[in-house]
């Protein structure tokens, strides 16, 4: 019916949607296809093969070989999504300008991230892991000690975000919160920025770090950091982890407390 | 006369100044109070309060202090006093725009002045003369107020000014640029078609013959069925086919009407008009914008320029402010790289390679869609020649279809194979357009080979045809009148007649449509590409797992150099069909009508401003020298069809001639005194010709020299500012340093 140089003629706009999105279709063939497979063969899930692949090949106690391995990992095996060398250095940077005493990490799911913040806290920080699922926050875990990390600087708890922040003050004695890291589901940065703030954690010049908020992106968290005026912001760009093509960013945002 | 006694000198003190004249106005003399009010810029207490700020003190009609002067003297010393007032008034207010003063002041010093000349002007012209002066004055004054409303009124009649800031002050120039290019556009295509609706639509229409009163008018009986369908009707066949609107309807009488009107000249004169009026108005803007230029000086200041002359004050939204503001900062980023770069060269071999390999990838995407359009001809002709009804639209139309689609598809392909090549954005730009022009030329041109097939073909068609009809006619006459004889010709109905082929006609039904189809497409492409996506981006946002507004759809950019190429093209298939189609001009109109009106709504809809912004103001005459060789290529073919292929026998203004240009030898025989023949022809004599043409590559040798002279010069009085400004700094540096030395 439609003859096929009509058909010919939508060739080079094919090609242009392949060539200009390529590093979303390699992202999708890694992320996807390729863990999709692996489950099937190995009948692990992605985090336990990681962190098989990191105690065979990384020094204990040395969160810089941890990390390293971790990273080799991700891009050379398969893909998690851990904040990644890259915008590691952009928090290292910051912690290292901060130096926090309370921290608090929403979202651990690895640990890459918890030894990431743990190595460039100052003596006599304490870092507040939170991890959702259960069966991950096991092996973040044992990466966690693995790294060298006692419990005196990482405690790790299992249980969903929103549960935890309203206790935080109660339970785990907290006065003030110096650095939030957000690395966990997008939709709910906002509604935990939220808690947050209602939980009275933040303090004048804490620092939130928003990790992921261009792709996949948490529009409705950026659109209420925007508007409520309580944060001086800024987008750190930078590309995806293990990624290049894609860009992504980190928001720093800096409570001001209310005028 | 020669002392004053006591009570004349208190009377008679005209111009003498007493405690309270002095204290209420004095011109010269100074006080304390004077001199902290009167100086040039300071001023008193209350005077700042006030906000007055007006130099000039007021001068007081007395303030002279001399008492030997007469009358006459006097007030002859006063008038010219007051008149260098008013003189000095005007003067500032005519300069009081430049003045770096902030607005509210300047407005106050506006006010006062002028009503400080409004009060002493009448009192200026002398005695008898002062009725006439006052007189004068008003109508002057008039004058002005009436050009200053008609400047207003012609500002206000000014199409689509309104439309065109807003999207300035949104988008920035570059876009506006576009806008601003359409509308020219649009200013040149309505003179366009005035010309052959007036002189060519409307002579035919209302003084030529009816339609059905012959052949060529009439539609033939075997379409009559069908000729009033939409499909055939939006396929500029049946009815429109034989009207106005094409080549083939126009009769080649000589002259038509009451007024005795030339139409067949007409028709060839306008033709030649369009021609010539639209290479006058390239020329003459490209002319005006080439001493725009100004010629900057790129190499020197870059930082300086950068840092004093980026900003844009046209823009008036905030979400452009931001995004001007991270262009900038990301120009000079790259600015300071590019000069660390320029130091070192590192890797220029696969910088190189890599450039070969996309201009290698380019052509072959040039050359497969030029085939694809050959392949695509040839398969329409060889449907032409078994019948059209047989074959669905959308083969009918393929042409038309795979024309447009590649127009619109294959420059997103450059775009993205450019990335290979890392260039400065804007030779980036420059390259894609170049790219754009190539791909658009060479569809353009394989299109018009095709077509010349098909003329061939339809002019072996008339001579069988002629044949025919000779044949027919003979049979008609024998069948009827069996005898010698003088009776009438029997009326046969037109639309029974066998015709000949009208290739002229077949040509410009193929502009139209392929014109119709472009329109089509773009806003398709519009409809789809930018109001659907922005759409979906919209609305999906709420409930997709990334972020669809800054990830992958995301809201489309304006895309300047695609859309103003496609204009310039399409305005280049408009010149090359005008002349077969009349109605082409009228079609254009109403597609740029339309044109901006969908597209400033979809701009201000569905875009977002560019995240890099740069200035195309550089680019404005690079479009006009593109649509200067459009016009030249354009023009090509229709002069090639119009010298070299003699006209149908039985259609159009021209049937009956060998050739379309003998028209002009016609009327110089028929309608001109015979010394004017003579005339013409001893000039178009190529004896006289020659040597004009040699005079004239002489004088365009002698202003390009000429102009490269000044160009020098320009140059080097630049360059001794630079060094005069350089040693001014230097001595200005010394002399500053000599006192911290000592």
Redesign the interface.
Known sequence: ???G??V??????V??FI???RY?FVLFYRAVLVRIWYDCKTGLSREERAFQYVLTHATPGDPESILETFDLWCSTVEFISNIGPKKGKIMDRILSEHCPLNVLELGSHCGYSTVRIARALPLGARLYSVEMDARNAAIAEKVIRLAGFDDDMVELIVSPSDEVIPKLRSEYGLERLDLVFMDHWKKCYRNDLQALEGSGLLGKGSVVLADNV??????NFLKHVRKSGLYEWKIHRATLEYSKGIRDGMAELVYQGIK | ERGRGKRERKRGRKRGRGKRERKRGRKRGRGKRERKRGRKRGRGKRERKRGKCCRLPSPSPCCFSSEQESPDEQEENELEKLKEAVDDRKKLISTLRGKPLPMTRKLQTLRESQEFVEKYEGAIGKGKGRKLYAYKVMMLKKWMKFQRDFENFKTACIPWEMKIKEIESHFGSSVASYFLFLRWMYGINMILFGLTFGLVMVPEALMGMPYGSMPRKTVPRAEEANAMDFAVLWDFGGYAQYSVLFYGYYNSQRTIGWLKFRMPLSYFLVGVGTVAYSYMVVIRTMARNANEDGGGDNNCFNFSWKMFTSWDYLIGNPETADNKFASITTSFKEAILEEQESRKDDNIHLTRFLRVLANFLVLCCLAGSGYLIYFVVRRSQKFALEGLESHTWWERNEVNMVMSLLGMFCPMLFDVISTLENYHPRIALQWQLGRIFALFLGNLYTFIIALMDEINLKREEEEMVKLNMTIWEAGLYNETVGVNSTTPPIAIHPADIPRGPCWETMVGQEFVRLIVSDTMTTYIMLLIGDFLRAVLVRFLNYCWCWDLEAGFPSYSEFDVSGNVLGLIFNQGMIWMGAFYAPCLPALNVLRLHVSMYLQCWAVMCCNVPQERVFKASGSNNFYMAMLLVILFLSTLPAIYTIVSIPPSFDCGPFSGKSRMFDVIQETLESDFPAWFGKVFSYASNPGLVLPFLLLMVLAIYYLQSTSKSYKQANLELKKKLQTVSHDNHVSAIILCAIPALT
């Open positions: 019916m439609v003859s140089a009509i010919l003629a939508f060739l080079p706009l090609l242009t060539i200009r999105y979303y261009l792709f996949p992106g948490a529009p």
